[in-house]
């Protein structure tokens, strides 16, 4: 069936490491976002990323939508960025409608 | 910036009750979604709206309903409150697919049903 998965399920750092997370999807799809869930609960949006790479500070982001899977890059990670980042995409003929990973769990140590 | 905002972060009922949980957007956007949030089995889409007065099933409609009276307002109803619908409830609006389609969320609501 349809499916999203993340991997690792749980990531664990020290502070000013590297992390990449990666998420593998089964078909075609028309969006693809990366969020992360901070400790109380609010989803923030990360990249909007279908297709290609991108950047905005320490986090980079490439889909490979051919290959159908995208990597999240954490540079010099900070106590900051722990919390779960989730992938979510919409299949192609999906409506919208946003079908999200498992999560990985991150947890940056000082 | 888009801003969702869903009327409690905090909320507590009693079995049978009747709960609204409110979802207001101010970017016009035409779709708005419900989805809970659950330890395991990750988040799951309950119904969405494309349009005023328009609304779909999601995954998991059982228990719910939806009403959608003003593009900014997306309302999420429990009819009897129950114990399994102790969960996180995400709101989330977007323009439409062909627009880009980023989905933006609010803060959530936790609800516990006692």
């Known amino acids: 069936g349809i499916q999203v998965e993340q991997s690792p399920p749980d990531l664990i750092l020290q502070e000013g490491a590297n992390s990449t997370l990666r998420c593998n999807f089964s078909?075609?799809?028309?969006?693809l976002q990366w969020f992360h869930q901070n400790p109380w609960g609010q989803l923030i949006n990360l990249f909007y990323?279908?297709?290609g790479t991108k950047q905005n500070g320490r986090l980079s982001a490439t889909t490979v939508a051919t290959e159908r899977y995208s990597l999240l890059y954490i540079s010099s990670s900070q106590t900051t960025d722990s919390g779960v980042y989730f992938c979510?995409?919409?299949?192609?003929?999906?409506?919208?409608?946003?079908?999200f990973g498992a999560g990985t769990r991150l947890a940056v140590h000082p | 910036d888009v801003k969702v905002t869903q009327s409690s972060r905090y909320l507590v009922k009693r079995t049978g009750e009747k709960v609204f949980l409110e979802c207001v957007q101010d970017?016009?956007?035409?779709?708005m979604f419900w989805y809970r949030q659950d330890p395991g089995l990750g988040l799951r889409l309950i119904y969405f709206?494309?349009?005023?007065?328009?609304?779909e099933k999601g995954d998991i409609p059982e228990g719910y309903s939806v009403s959608r009276e003003k593009k900014e307002r997306f309302s999420l109803i429990l009819e009897s409150a129950s114990t399994n619908q102790t969960s996180m409830y995400l709101c989330?609006?977007?323009?439409?697919?062909?627009?880009?389609?980023?989905?933006?969320f609010g803060a959530g609501t936790r609800l516990s049903v006692l």
């Open positions: 989330a609006s977007s323009l439409p697919i062909e627009a880009g389609a980023i989905q933006y």
């Open positions: 078909d075609s799809v028309n969006n």
């Open positions: 990323i279908p297709s």
């Open positions: 979510a995409v919409v299949f192609s003929g999906g409506y919208n409608k946003l079908i």
């Open positions: 970017m016009d956007h035409e779709n």
């Open positions: 709206s494309y349009d005023v007065k328009m609304k």
